[in-house]
């Protein structure tokens, strides 16, 4: 029963690494921070409009320097604000949590991917269709956000960094001398 627990652990692990092998090297974000980098496996076939969008700012240095916002320890760290949300150009930590970028907003594209730990999912006000350029990471399983929100990737590597993201204080998790995503690229 041991070595048939072992054999299935194997093919569990060689399917995932299989799945990263496979994804186009594009399909991926690697974000920056100041305990190191973090890869995202971005997830098109789920959300095609979400990651299009997500790789557009990316790809123009948009989320350079933005903070992380809202970060709640068990729940998630939110960032991606890119208007009121970048610490060298413009951040108001009133208003932080409030903007997106000049893009227009995305449709909900809700699958049945469940929120665990490590999961990337879009940020948006109380309309589902108001996704535009801030997203989270999920820190813990959360199952009451299923099929409420959309999920864009899975953190690959790096998690131990997104760990050690400073927490906010309070109820809603405002973070003050927030950390930031330094540099956020398309690609591992």
């Known amino acids: 029963m041991k070595l048939l627990s ?3 652990a194997g093919l569990v692990a060689a399917a995932s690494f299989a799945s990263q092998a496979l994804a186009a090297a594009d399909d991926f974000l690697t974000i920056q921070l100041k305990d190191g980098p973090v890869v995202v496996q971005l997830m098109p076939e ?37 208007k009121f949300g970048n610490l060298n150009k ?14 227009p907003n995305i449709p909900a594209e809700f699958s049945k991917v469940p929120f665990e730990r ?29 099929g409420q929100y959309t999920v864009i990737g899975k953190v690959v590597s790096g998690m131990e960094n997104v760990d050690k993201i400073k927490r906010g204080q309070g109820g809603n998790g405002e973070v003050s001398d927030p950390d930031r995503m330094i540099k956020v690229t398309v690609g591992k």
């Open 6 to 8: 072992l054999a299935f």
């Open 46 to 82: 789920i959300a095609p409009k979400h990651v299009a969008q997500v790789k557009k700012l990316a790809a123009e240095g948009k989320y350079d320097n933005v903070a992380f916002h809202r970060v709640i320890d068990g729940f998630m760290a939110q960032t991606g604000d890119v």
């Open 90 to 103: 413009g951040y108001d930590p009133r208003r932080a949590g409030m903007g997106g970028s000049d893009l």
């Open 118 to 146: 490590g999961i990337v999912g879009m940020a948006r006000s109380q309309d589902p269709n108001s996704a535009n350029s801030q997203f989270f990471i999920m820190f813990d399983n959360a199952p009451s956000l299923n």
